[in-house]
């Protein structure tokens, strides 16, 4: 079965350097095995960052054993979409890459607020 975004087409890469994804494919696909809902193709920012970091989830630190080398500014990451709602509803939600975000993403956010966050 084909992956689609959220506008019903098919999904696009987010990124393959640093290699994203539940898969690790580059894409936000995700399965009944992504209990996190890794679908938000995102462009993450410094504060982002800090407030995942901040919650538990810290994508700053490498992690060589997981053969991750840790995100900085600007990279495009495939990230959890109740993640995604909590950074909105503190007012540091990252850019989406609404092509690259996997139509999975609006049983937990609204098209209306992942449009007003579309990257350009």
């Not at 960052?49 to 901040?54: A, D, K, P, T, V």
Request: proline share 5%.
């Amino acid at each position: 079965m084909e992956a689609l975004n959220v506008f019903g087409e098919p999904i696009i890469t987010c990124s393959a350097q640093p290699l994203t994804g539940f898969f690790r494919d580059g894409c936000c696909n995700t399965s009944e095995e992504d209990f996190g809902v890794h679908t938000v193709c995102c462009v993450v920012t410094e504060d982002f960052l800090i407030f995942s970091r901040q919650r538990g989830n810290d994508l700053i630190t490498p992690r060589p054993e997981f053969n991750f080398a840790g995100l900085r500014p600007g990279d495009r990451w495939c990230l959890c979409a109740a993640r995604w709602k909590e950074a909105f509803d503190a007012g540091v939600a990252p850019k989406v890459i609404l092509e690259a975000t996997h139509e999975r993403t609006l049983d937990v956010v609204g098209i209306e607020h992942l449009i007003k966050f579309a990257y350009k």
